[in-house]
Nanobody, 123 residues
Framework: QVQLVESGGGLVQAGGSLKLSCAAS????????VGWFRQPPGKEREFVAA????????YYADSVKGRFTISRDTAKGAVDLQMNSLKSDDTAVYYC????????????????WGQGTQVTVSS
């Protein structure tokens, strides 16, 4: 079992930055793909970015490419999401998720989820 805990959400003005972090407990991220998803108000959960813990390959949704960066902190056993140039459309609850081996962009393909953290971007 993998337990995931997100942190770092909050309120920021448009154009600003936030950094989210996803920490694992119970089992390290080794052999896992870790993804960030978000769910805007009244909308379905959508893929944001993912990283393969082994090797560090990264993947992004088109909507965040060039603005968001996903990375792994091997010392902390955590996955971070650096969000820059934030827009009001980025307002959502952000979730960290994990699955074995390969990444997917569909939420239903992930086995483990964090509780979510709110990100609000004011215009």
């Amino acid at each position: 079992q993998v337990q995931l805990v997100e942190s770092g959400g909050g309120l920021v003005q448009a154009g600003g930055s936030l950094k989210l972090s996803c920490a694992a407990s119970g089992r390290p991220f080794t052999t896992y793909a870790v993804g960030w998803f978000r769910q805007p108000p009244g909308k379905e959960r959508e893929f944001v970015a993912a990283i393969l813990w082994t090797g560090g390959s990264t993947y992004y949704a088109d909507s965040v490419k060039g603005r968001f960066t996903i990375s792994r902190d091997t010392a902390k056993g955590a996955v971070d999401l650096q969000m820059n140039s934030l827009k009001s459309d980025d307002t959502a609850v952000y979730y960290c998720a994990a699955r074995r081996f390969v990444y997917r962009t569909t939420p239903g393909d992930y086995n483990y989820w964090g509780q979510g953290t709110q990100v609000t971007v004011s215009s």
